[in-house]
T-cell receptor, first 114, second 114 residues
C-alpha cells in the first residue's frame, strides 16, 4: 500500500526567509506523481506544485520548488522569500499514473511570523 | 469558469440520522473524489467515481455510500451517523486519465454530529 509521511506537524518561518517542508512516501509503483497542496483557513485546497516521478529535474513554481530524491523516496517543498499569505496547512500527496485516488500525508502547519 | 461546488457548507445532524452531501465538479471533469478530513488528521480517501461508476473505495464502513449522476455531479450519503463522523468532507474533481492531472477541490461541507 502506498503511504505518505509528513514528520513535521508544525513549522515556523520568518517573513522573507526560506523554509523546507519534508515528505517521504512508500510505493512499489514506477509510474506515479507527487503533489504539494496548500490548505489555508478558508479550507480550499490549492495545488502548489507537482512532480512527475519519471522526471529527474526538480519542479519549480515561482517561490516554490521541490527536492525530489526518487531513490530515497523523498519529496520536500522549499518556500523561498516566505510571505504572510503562505501561512497554511501543507499536504504532500501521491497518485499513481492511472488517475486513481490521491493519498495524502497528515500535513504540516506552516506559521509565518514578522 | 465555476470551480468545484459543494453543498451545504455546514450540516448539523443528530446521531443515528442520515446526511446527504452534494458535489458539482468543474465542467468537463468526469472524475469525482470524496475525502474525509477529521480534526487534526489528514485527508482520508472515501470514494472515487468516474463516468457514473464507483472506481475505488477507501477503508470506511458500508454506511458511507454515494453515487454519481449522468451530469457527473455526485452525492455522498452517510447513514446511521455516529459522533466520530463529525468532520470536513471534501470533494475533488479531475479529468479522467493520467495521474498527473490536477484534482481541484471544493470548499467542503462541515458535518457536525451531535
Amino acid at each position: 500500500a502506498q503511504t505518505v509521511t509528513q514528520s513535521q506537524p508544525e513549522m515556523s518561518v520568518q517573513e522573507a526567509e526560506t523554509v523546507t517542508l519534508s515528505c517521504t512516501y512508500d510505493t512499489s509503483e514506477s509510474d506515479y506523481y507527487l503533489f504539494w497542496y496548500k490548505q489555508p483557513p478558508s479550507r480550499q485546497m490549492i495545488l502548489v506544485i507537482r512532480q512527475e516521478a519519471y522526471k529527474q529535474q526538480n519542479a519549480t513554481e515561482n517561490r516554490f520548488s521541490v527536492n525530489f530524491q526518487k531513490a530515497a523516496k523523498s519529496f520536500s517543498l522549499k518556500i523561498s522569500d516566505s510571505q504572510l499569505g503562505d501561512a497554511a496547512m501543507y499536504f504532500c500527496a501521491y497518485r499513481t499514473g492511472t488517475a486513481s485516488k490521491l493519498t495524502f500525508g497528515t500535513g504540516t502547519r506552516l506559521q509565518v511570523t514578522l | 469558469e465555476a470551480g468545484v461546488t459543494q453543498s451545504p457548507t455546514h450540516l448539523i445532524k443528530t446521531r443515528g440520522q442520515q446526511a446527504t452531501l452534494r458535489c458539482s465538479p468543474i465542467s468537463g471533469h468526469t472524475s469525482v473524489y470524496w475525502y474525509q478530513q477529521a480534526l487534526g488528521l489528514g485527508l482520508q480517501f472515501l470514494l472515487w467515481y468516474d463516468e457514473g461508476e464507483e472506481r475505488n473505495r477507501g477503508n470506511f464502513p458500508p454506511r458511507f455510500s454515494g453515487r454519481q449522476f449522468p451530469n457527473y455531479s455526485s452525492e455522498l450519503n452517510v447513514n446511521a451517523l455516529e459522533l466520530e463522523d463529525s468532520a470536513l468532507y471534501l470533494c475533488a474533481s479531475s479529468w479522467t486519465g493520467r495521474g498527473n492531472t490536477e484534482a481541484f477541490f471544493g470548499q467542503g461541507t462541515r458535518l457536525t454530529v451531535v
